[in-house]
């Protein structure tokens, strides 16, 4: 089992938390960058490599438009591009900045998410007498999502074999939308009202507390952990704050 | 059920439903590379049946999700979700999903007051770098040279027309196919679709 996922749920959760706060906090292009790097390695390191890749083929799209919409067609002072023509200095630098915030909290929140376990984190959340409606919304909304992904993947499939095209020009793919998407809203709105009868047969709007069967040990270096990550986030803050 | 979140059984259950197909509607317009969103579809449906609130608390948490695995370029128009569920919520209550031509004429306009929000963040927060298709749309307008904001804001008013349009069409659709059994819960929804 890799570190990410024998943590606490909460220090990967604060972990992840505070690496899209201080994205958010730091202001200069090599601050972003260095945090980018920060992440990949923490990510490695704890076992969610994963993350990594998915967050890059996540934000490399939108690199590019970034750097299309702000460097290659950006207003203001024009620097030489080293391929021959010009750049906008300042568009270039902001897409700069952008691109790595944005790979930080995309790669810290699916890096995150490869090492989410629903069980542990509302076990974790009834031992902190957390809010159990809101715990299991959370719980219940990834694993809808999925099940819906799924469920999205196979029709596509079998639709694809009874002749769906879902390539080709602008016509052809709009056309195959309602195919796709309307016997999904259709299952998914039968799914909900089945479910809805079982989760108020199950008791969930029993109240009062909750017993968690099976908590997660909560250690002290997951406490550390968390608390350095706290106090990232408010030097961090502090920073900007004078600077 | 706890203290602190006091929503009956069928929210729970449909609001996980709904997040869900807000999120993989846009995963299903993104492969199929076309220049709208149709991330609204989950909010949509939830205004319709349950009122503002519902579908406010889907957009909230779909945005969120959205924001944090792909970018948080998304976080902010977490208030077009807001708008979209206040405007869809007005329709509702005044027969907007009567009829396809009624759906239609309210889909344009929360397609125009979602577009001019969506151009004003775009353009103020992240200028006009959001990510999808429209950016596309925008960089083709800055080709041909206009300013900045006016292909922000033609790119943002026309793809937000077209895929909020395109969301409450469906949706009226799907309200209209819904067996009687499921609509027959949501008294809102059901009055919407009989009017």
Same mark, same amino acid.
């Given at each position: 089992?890799?570190?990410?996922?024998?943590?606490?749920?909460?220090?990967?959760?604060? %972990? +992840?938390? !505070?690496? /899209?706060?201080?994205? @958010?906090? *730091?202001?200069?292009?090599?601050?972003?960058?260095?945090?980018? $790097? =920060?992440?990949?390695?923490?990510?490695?390191?704890?076992?969610?490599?994963?993350?990594?890749?998915?967050?890059? %083929? +996540?934000? !490399?799209? /939108?690199?590019?438009? @970034?750097? *299309?919409?702000?460097?290659?067609?950006?207003?203001?002072?024009? $620097? =030489?591009?080293?391929?021959?023509?010009?750049?906008?200095?300042?568009?270039?630098?902001?897409?700069?900045?952008?691109? +790595?915030?944005?790979?930080?909290?995309?790669?810290?929140? *699916?890096?995150?998410?490869?090492?989410?376990?629903?069980?542990?984190?509302?076990?974790?959340?009834?031992?902190?007498?957390?809010?159990?409606?809101?715990?299991?919304?959370?719980?219940?909304?990834?694993?809808?999502?999925?099940?819906?992904?799924?469920?999205?993947?196979?029709?596509?499939?079998?639709?694809?074999?009874?002749?769906?095209?879902?390539?080709?020009?602008?016509?052809?793919?709009?056309?195959?939308?309602?195919?796709?998407?309307?016997?999904?809203?259709?299952?998914?709105?039968?799914?909900?009202?089945?479910?809805?009868?079982?989760?108020?047969?199950?008791?969930?709007?029993?109240?009062?507390?909750?017993?968690?069967?099976?908590?997660?040990?909560?250690?002290?270096?997951?406490?550390?952990?968390?608390?350095?990550?706290?106090?990232?986030?408010?030097?961090?803050?502090?920073?900007?704050?004078?600077? | 059920?706890?203290?602190?979140?006091?929503?009956?059984?069928?929210?729970?259950?449909?609001?996980?439903?709904?997040?869900?197909?807000?999120?993989?509607?846009?995963?299903?317009?993104?492969?199929?590379?076309?220049?709208?969103?149709?991330?609204?579809?989950?909010?949509?449906?939830?205004?319709?049946?349950?009122?503002?609130?519902?579908?406010?608390?889907?957009?909230?948490?779909?945005?969120?999700?959205?924001?944090?695995?792909?970018?948080?370029?998304?976080?902010?128009?977490?208030?077009?979700?807001?708008?979209?569920?206040?405007?869809?919520?007005?329709?509702?209550?005044?027969?907007?999903?009567?009829?396809?031509?009624?759906?239609?004429?309210?889909?344009?306009?929360?397609?125009?007051?979602?577009?001019?929000?969506?151009?004003?963040?775009?353009?103020?927060?992240?200028?006009?770098?959001?990510?999808?298709?429209?950016?596309?749309?925008?960089?083709?307008?800055?080709?041909?040279?206009?300013?900045?904001?006016?292909?922000?804001?033609?790119?943002?008013?026309?793809?937000?027309?077209?895929?909020?349009?395109?969301?409450?069409?469906?949706?009226?659709?799907?309200?209209?196919?819904?067996?009687?059994?499921?609509?027959?819960?949501?008294?809102?929804?059901?009055?919407?679709?009989?009017?």
């Amino acid at each position: 089992m890799t570190l990410a996922r024998r943590a606490h749920p909460f220090t990967s959760g604060t %972990v +992840t938390l !505070a690496l /899209i706060a201080l994205a @958010l906090v *730091l202001s200069s292009t090599r601050q972003t960058a260095a945090l980018y $790097i =920060a992440t990949i390695v923490i990510a490695l390191s704890t076992g969610a490599g994963r993350g990594v890749r998915t967050g890059l %083929v +996540t934000v !490399a799209p /939108i690199w590019v438009l @970034l750097f *299309l919409l702000q460097g290659v067609l950006g207003d203001g002072a024009r $620097i =030489a591009a080293p391929w021959g023509g010009t750049l906008s200095g300042p568009g270039l630098h902001w897409a700069l900045s952008q691109g +790595t915030r944005l790979a930080v909290i995309a790669t810290a929140s *699916l890096a995150f998410a490869s090492s989410f376990d629903p069980h542990r984190f509302l076990q974790a959340a009834i031992a902190r007498r957390w809010s159990f409606g809101a715990a299991f919304l959370l719980v219940a909304t990834l694993d809808a999502a999925d099940r819906l992904g799924e469920q999205a993947r196979q029709l596509r499939e079998a639709q694809r074999a009874r002749g769906l095209h879902v390539t080709g020009s602008l016509r052809t793919r709009a056309g195959a939308l309602p195919a796709l998407v309307f016997p999904l809203l259709l299952a998914s709105m039968t799914e909900a009202d089945d479910r809805a009868l079982a989760l108020e047969t199950r008791g969930l709007m029993l109240r009062g507390p909750r017993t968690a069967t099976d908590p997660p040990h909560d250690t002290a270096p997951d406490r550390i952990v968390r608390w350095l990550a706290f106090v990232a986030v408010l030097a961090g803050v502090i920073w900007r704050v004078r600077s | 059920m706890n203290h602190y979140l006091r929503i009956s059984p069928r929210l729970f259950a449909l609001v996980p439903a709904a997040v869900a197909i807000n999120l993989v509607m846009g995963a299903i317009v993104k492969e199929l590379s076309l220049p709208v969103y149709l991330d609204t579809v989950g909010t949509v449906l939830v205004a319709v049946l349950v009122g503002f609130g519902g579908g406010a608390l889907v957009g909230t948490i779909s945005q969120l999700l959205i924001g944090l695995l792909t970018g948080y370029q998304s976080l902010p128009f977490v208030v077009i979700q807001w708008l979209l569920a206040l405007l869809v919520a007005a329709a509702t209550r005044r027969g907007g999903f009567a009829s396809v031509w009624r759906t239609v004429a309210w889909g344009v306009a929360c397609g125009l007051c979602c577009g001019a929000a969506s151009a004003v963040i775009a353009y103020l927060l992240f200028r006009g770098a959001t990510g999808g298709g429209v950016v596309w749309v925008t960089a083709a307008l800055r080709v041909v040279g206009l300013p900045l904001p006016v292909a922000v804001a033609i790119g943002s008013g026309t793809t937000d027309v077209l895929d909020k349009g395109i969301v409450i069409v469906a949706v009226g659709t799907l309200l209209r196919a819904l067996p009687r059994r499921i609509l027959g819960r949501f008294p809102l929804a059901a009055r919407a679709a009989a009017q």
